[in-house]
């Protein structure tokens, strides 16, 4: 686990994720980030259900693999260059990839040992003035708020950016809730008749 508990902050638009009309509501902003010494920049991002992700950006490169599309896009302003964006994630995701939106694709996109998602800028890497192509993982839950470390060839920035929760997806917790009811339901017949 990265970072828990930290506050996003949401700007003006900086790209085509950060204020997504399409995205769940919430969950669309851009994180600036600054370590003092030539790293800096933003990060955007935006949570979609896979049928919104796919209705804004199908068939540029990326198919969600669950119900929820959890993107990022990283921006660089400073003078170093942007090597790795790592997102904490401590709960199930899948599919991690890239879609064409930005300058740079990555190297390598992973989940690593820990499990959390990892893309890569190593050749090359993110310099300054560009952006990276759109990162991206699926999950079956709705966000919560967690953390993510930007880093390049000397140094990293802990953040906070949106990652899979535990709450499962609407339907099936609407499933979950009707199995309930119905077990509760067979449970009251089967000592009604007992009686």
Do not use: H
Request: aromatic share 8%.
């Amino acid at each position: 686990m990265l970072i828990a508990g930290l506050m996003v902050v949401q700007t003006g638009q900086a790209g085509v994720l950060s204020g997504n009309g399409a995205a769940l509501p919430g969950w669309t902003g851009t994180v600036p980030y600054d370590n003092g010494n030539n790293l800096s920049g933003s990060i955007d991002f935006a949570v979609f259900t896979a049928a919104d992700f796919n209705a804004n950006f199908g068939g540029m490169g990326y198919v969600p693999g669950d119900a929820y599309v959890y993107t990022y896009q990283t921006n660089n302003a400073g003078s170093d260059n942007f090597s790795q964006l790592t997102v904490g994630i401590t709960n199930p995701a899948n599919t991690i990839g890239t879609f064409n939106i930005g300058d740079v694709d990555t190297s390598s996109s992973l989940f690593d040992g820990s499990g959390n998602a990892e893309f890569q800028f190593l050749s090359p890497a993110v310099a300054t003035g560009q952006s990276s192509y759109g990162l991206a993982f699926s999950a079956p839950t709705l966000p919560i708020q967690l953390g993510g470390i930007i880093s390049d060839g000397g140094g990293a920035i802990q953040i906070a950016l949106p990652s899979p929760g535990t709450v499962p997806e609407p339907a099936a917790a609407c499933l979950l809730a009707l199995a309930g009811g119905v077990a509760v339901s067979t449970r009251r017949s089967r000592v009604a008749k007992q009686s």
